[in-house]
């Protein structure tokens, strides 16, 4: 069975920051692209980064450029995103997805993990 699982998630002060993980398991082959997401209260998703099989191919919303980056080692089958000058509006539920297209579509993804939360608040 295939799965991805999010951590990382909790409070924190704006400025502050966060490190997500998505931890794949169950696929046969690696080199799938992996999405992050993110959903606030009222708002339609959002793709926030992508990145594909290796970590040449990256790209994020333009609210989070210079902010975040993401990762990848594909020894530990982990996607990471760190998340650096958090803001309020940085708060919502992420999660991160499987697809096979270098895009921040989420309809282009098709595994998703349950997500975890982000609140950014002081």
């Known amino acids: 069975q295939s799965d991805l699982v999010e951590s990382g998630g909790g409070l924190v002060e704006p400025g502050g920051f966060l490190r997500l993980s998505c931890a794949a398991s169950?696929?046969?082959?690696?080199?799938?692209?992996i999405g992050w997401f993110r959903q606030a209260p009222g708002k339609e998703r959002e793709g926030v980064a992508y990145?594909?099989?290796?970590?040449?191919?990256?790209d994020y919303v333009d609210s989070v450029k210079g902010r975040f980056t993401i990762s990848r080692d594909n020894a530990k089958n982990t996607v990471y995103l760190q998340m650096n000058s958090l803001k309020p509006e940085d708060t919502g539920h992420y999660s991160c997805a499987r697809g096979g297209r270098l895009t921040l579509n989420p309809v282009d993804y098709t595994y998703w993990g349950q997500g975890t939360q982000v609140t950014v608040s002081s």
């Open positions: 990145i594909g099989s290796s970590n040449l191919y990256t």
């Open positions: 169950g696929f046969t082959k690696n080199y799938h692209v």
